[in-house]
């Protein structure tokens, strides 16, 4: 007898499993840099027992209340450079959207494992380049901004795509190609993420896709938890920052594999 195949139809699961999942998402957003989305959506799928899309769309909607909250830390921490979050959100904001419509289009198969192969690779590049908290902001001029609003594309296409912030490609990138300090990184990206997870959500609302229910128990129990994650990352070194989340992020990218293949032998 053959398992059925991954429902593309809504789960309503338990409000304190959409609770655990915020908090985790939450801590690591502030500690991060990042918007959750990337450990919120394995733990939609393994705990909420969310499909990919699902899980991609209510994880997106629940970065709007904490990427505020956490970035709102680092602004009051003066670790923030507004001039490379405002040229990021104008090309996350575009890039958002088309990223949404391939969300509605593609095959779960193929979110599945790109989503992976997206951990991975972010994994490996956290733990090759160790940011230095000595550096500065970015200094401001044409050429910066047009290599903000570029990579601000790529971020956006991901972050609609997979339901991520986006901070996990955003602060290596701010950090190495940019020169930004890890702590001004993670603010940057904190804050460019609100315009586009707000578009991203807005259209996977039109489209469908997105439980709203699901995403305000996750949004409001990551914000909450988004402040002791911010704390954290104040007391962590670069280094240990750096390798902690590339573990998080192998460990999800090992669950997620280990799932895939069960469904495809199924």
């Given at each position: 007898?053959t398992?059925?195949a991954?429902s593309e ?9 959409l ?10 957003s ?7 989305g990337?450990?919120?959506?394995p ?21 709007v ?8 830390t ?12 405002l ?20 095959p ?17 590049r ?9 550096s ?33 490609i ?35 609302s ?23 994650g911010?704390?954290l ?22 669950q997620?594999?280990v ?8």
């Amino acid at each position: 007898m053959t398992a059925p195949a991954e429902s593309e139809t809504a789960f309503r699961p338990s409000w304190w499993i959409l609770a655990l999942v915020g908090v985790i998402g939450g801590v690591l957003s502030g500690a991060f840099g990042v918007g959750g989305g990337i450990l919120m959506v394995p733990l939609l799928i393994g705990l909420a027992k969310m499909n990919q899309r699902q899980a991609a769309a209510t994880s997106l909607l629940a970065i709007v209340p904490t990427a505020i909250a956490g970035s709102a830390t680092y602004l009051i921490a003066g670790q923030m450079d507004v001039f490379a979050a405002l040229f990021l959100g104008i090309g996350g904001v575009v890039g958002s959207l088309y990223g949404t419509r391939l969300l509605k289009q593609l095959p779960l198969g193929v979110l599945r494992w790109g989503f992976i192969v997206l951990l991975v690779v972010v994994a490996i590049r956290m733990v090759l380049v160790i940011p230095d908290r000595s550096s500065g902001h970015l200094e401001p001029s044409v050429l910066a901004a047009l290599g903000l609003v570029a990579m601000g594309l790529f971020v956006g296409v991901a972050s609609g795509l997979f339901g991520i912030g986006g901070g996990v490609i955003a602060v290596p990138a701010l950090i190495a190609v940019f020169g930004l300090g890890d702590l001004i990184a993670k603010g940057t990206s904190l804050l460019f993420m609100i315009p586009t997870a707000v578009t991203g959500s807005v259209n996977n609302s039109r489209n469908g896709l997105v439980d709203v229910r699901a995403g305000l128990i996750v949004g409001v129990a990551a914000t909450v938890a988004s402040f002791g994650g911010a704390a954290l990352a104040f007391l962590m070194s670069p280094a240990v920052s750096s390798y902690l989340f590339a573990a998080l992020l192998l460990v999800s990218a090992l669950q997620l594999t280990v799932r895939a293949i069960r469904m495809r032998r199924a």
